[in-house]
Protein backbone atom coordinates (compact mmCIF):
# COMPACT_ATOMS: atom_id res chain seq x y z
CA UNK A 1 0.00 0.00 0.00
CA UNK A 2 1.44 3.38 -1.00
CA UNK A 3 1.18 6.04 1.71
CA UNK A 4 -0.55 9.32 0.93
CA UNK A 5 1.84 12.35 1.34
CA UNK A 6 0.47 16.26 1.86
CA UNK A 7 1.22 19.33 2.81
CA UNK A 8 -0.10 21.64 5.43
CA UNK A 9 0.50 25.22 6.46
CA UNK A 10 -0.41 27.02 9.59
CA UNK A 11 0.65 29.69 11.27
CA UNK A 12 3.98 29.87 9.55
CA UNK A 13 4.61 26.21 9.98
CA UNK A 14 4.81 23.61 7.19
CA UNK A 15 3.80 19.79 8.04
CA UNK A 16 4.15 17.20 6.05
CA UNK A 17 2.63 14.21 6.45
CA UNK A 18 2.85 10.45 4.83
CA UNK A 19 -0.50 8.27 5.58
CA UNK A 20 -1.56 5.47 4.48
CA UNK A 21 -5.01 6.14 2.63
CA UNK A 22 -7.42 4.46 5.11
CA UNK A 23 -6.37 6.90 7.44
CA UNK A 24 -6.99 10.03 5.29
CA UNK A 25 -10.78 9.60 6.18
CA UNK A 26 -10.59 9.41 9.81
CA UNK A 27 -8.37 12.66 9.40
CA UNK A 28 -10.17 15.58 10.30
CA UNK A 29 -9.94 19.07 7.57
CA UNK A 30 -7.96 21.35 8.79
CA UNK A 31 -5.95 18.76 10.64
CA UNK A 32 -4.72 22.23 12.72
CA UNK A 33 -7.31 24.96 13.02
CA UNK A 34 -6.71 27.55 9.98
CA UNK A 35 -4.38 25.30 7.85
CA UNK A 36 -3.78 25.16 4.02
CA UNK A 37 -2.71 22.65 1.59
CA UNK A 38 0.73 23.87 0.68
CA UNK A 39 2.69 22.48 -2.35
CA UNK A 40 6.66 24.07 -1.45
CA UNK A 41 8.68 25.88 1.08
CA UNK A 42 10.68 24.65 3.95
CA UNK A 43 9.47 21.82 6.00
CA UNK A 44 9.04 22.47 9.48
CA UNK A 45 8.08 18.59 10.75
CA UNK A 46 7.35 15.48 8.98
CA UNK A 47 4.53 13.04 10.92
CA UNK A 48 4.36 9.92 9.39
CA UNK A 49 2.10 6.77 10.33
CA UNK A 50 3.43 3.67 9.36
CA UNK A 51 0.90 0.13 9.91
CA UNK A 52 1.86 -3.26 10.97
CA UNK A 53 0.13 -5.95 12.47
CA UNK A 54 0.06 -7.32 15.82
CA UNK A 55 0.30 -10.91 15.98
CA UNK A 56 -3.25 -11.74 16.54
CA UNK A 57 -3.85 -9.30 13.01
CA UNK A 58 -4.81 -6.61 14.67
CA UNK A 59 -3.18 -2.99 13.52
CA UNK A 60 -0.73 -1.29 15.41
CA UNK A 61 0.22 2.21 13.82
CA UNK A 62 3.39 3.69 14.59
CA UNK A 63 3.17 7.38 14.73
CA UNK A 64 6.88 9.40 14.41
CA UNK A 65 7.76 12.82 13.81
CA UNK A 66 11.21 13.35 11.69
CA UNK A 67 11.64 9.30 12.16
CA UNK A 68 11.24 9.47 15.66
CA UNK A 69 8.70 7.37 17.60
CA UNK A 70 5.84 9.12 19.60
CA UNK A 71 3.54 6.42 19.83
CA UNK A 72 1.43 3.40 19.12
CA UNK A 73 -2.14 2.99 18.78
CA UNK A 74 -4.18 -0.06 18.18
CA UNK A 75 -6.78 1.81 15.72
CA UNK A 76 -7.06 4.02 12.40
CA UNK A 77 -9.25 6.12 14.26
CA UNK A 78 -6.64 6.73 17.64
CA UNK A 79 -3.69 6.84 15.23
CA UNK A 80 -5.86 10.06 13.34
CA UNK A 81 -6.39 11.64 16.67
CA UNK A 82 -2.75 10.80 17.67
CA UNK A 83 -1.49 12.37 14.28
CA UNK A 84 -4.04 15.34 15.10
CA UNK A 85 -2.81 16.24 18.18
CA UNK A 86 0.96 15.89 17.43
CA UNK A 87 -0.01 18.17 13.78
CA UNK A 88 -1.62 20.80 16.83
CA UNK A 89 1.31 20.40 19.15
CA UNK A 90 3.96 20.57 16.10
CA UNK A 91 2.43 23.89 15.30
CA UNK A 92 1.98 25.63 19.10
CA UNK A 93 6.01 24.62 19.87
CA UNK A 94 7.72 25.90 16.15
CA UNK A 95 5.38 28.87 15.41
CA UNK A 96 7.21 32.18 15.96
CA UNK A 97 6.10 35.10 18.00
CA UNK A 98 2.97 33.09 18.92
CA UNK A 99 1.08 31.43 22.01
CA UNK A 100 -1.28 29.45 21.95
CA UNK A 101 -3.90 29.23 24.45
CA UNK A 102 -5.67 25.54 25.49
CA UNK A 103 -8.95 26.98 26.96
CA UNK A 104 -12.97 27.13 26.71
CA UNK A 105 -14.22 30.97 26.63
CA UNK A 106 -17.63 32.28 26.99
CA UNK A 107 -19.08 35.84 26.77
CA UNK A 108 -20.23 37.59 29.88
CA UNK A 109 -21.69 40.77 30.32
CA UNK A 110 -19.75 42.03 27.33
CA UNK A 111 -16.34 40.69 28.74
CA UNK A 112 -14.61 37.17 27.24
CA UNK A 113 -14.21 34.53 29.91
CA UNK A 114 -11.35 32.69 29.20
CA UNK A 115 -10.44 29.44 30.90
CA UNK A 116 -7.42 27.72 30.13
CA UNK A 117 -6.23 24.22 31.23
CA UNK A 118 -4.95 20.92 30.25
CA UNK A 119 -7.23 18.22 28.66
CA UNK A 120 -9.69 16.52 31.02
CA UNK A 121 -9.23 19.06 33.52
CA UNK A 122 -13.17 20.15 33.27
CA UNK A 123 -13.06 23.35 31.15
CA UNK A 124 -15.92 22.37 28.65
CA UNK A 125 -18.31 21.16 32.21
CA UNK A 126 -17.89 24.44 32.90
CA UNK A 127 -18.10 25.97 30.06
CA UNK A 128 -21.62 24.18 29.41
CA UNK A 129 -22.68 24.98 33.36
CA UNK A 130 -21.97 28.57 32.39
CA UNK A 131 -23.71 28.49 28.74
CA UNK A 132 -26.33 27.04 30.64
CA UNK A 133 -26.84 30.15 33.24
CA UNK A 134 -26.93 32.70 30.15
CA UNK A 135 -23.22 33.04 28.70
CA UNK A 136 -22.43 32.92 25.09
CA UNK A 137 -20.49 30.13 24.02
CA UNK A 138 -17.30 30.80 22.03
Request: without cysteine; glycine residues 12%; aromatic residues 8%.
Given at each position: MIDSVFSVSAWGVRIDLKVPPDLLDELPAPIVPGAEFVNRGPVDAVLSVRVNHSVEGSPLCEIAENGMILGVETSLRGA???????????????????????????????????????????????????????????
Open positions: AEAVESWAQLTVATVAEGLVFVHAGVVGWRNRAIVIPGRSLSGKSTLVLELVGAGADYY
